[in-house]
């Protein structure tokens, strides 16, 4: 996006596009059913089921261990490509 299309517009016309907006669009109301059936699908488990989890370390260490692995892969691969395309001579 350029820079001109980034210049803030004055409070008049925003508000004047707001009130447009506001005009136009109508709200919708998600259906009771659908509603419903999110919920049930959503489920957040209690606070101690959650704590029992963190304190189950063997499982904790193989997560931990999982993402500093994966971020040493995304570093060792980034600096590759650095290494085989980063350094052309063009002249």
Not at 30 to 56: C, G, K, N, S
Request: charged share 25%; glycine share 6%.
């Amino acid at each position: 996006m350029s820079t001109s299309k980034l210049t803030s517009m004055p409070e008049a016309d925003l508000n004047d596009l707001e009130a447009h907006l506001a005009g136009t669009l109508r709200p919708v109301a998600p259906r009771r059913d659908f509603v419903q059936r999110l919920r049930e699908r959503v489920h957040l488990p209690p606070r101690a089921e959650i704590a029992t989890r963190l304190r189950d370390w063997q499982t904790l260490v193989l997560i931990v261990g999982g993402v500093i692995s994966g971020t040493l892969v995304i570093f060792t691969v980034a600096r590759a490509m650095f290494h085989l395309f980063g350094k052309r001579d063009v002249g």
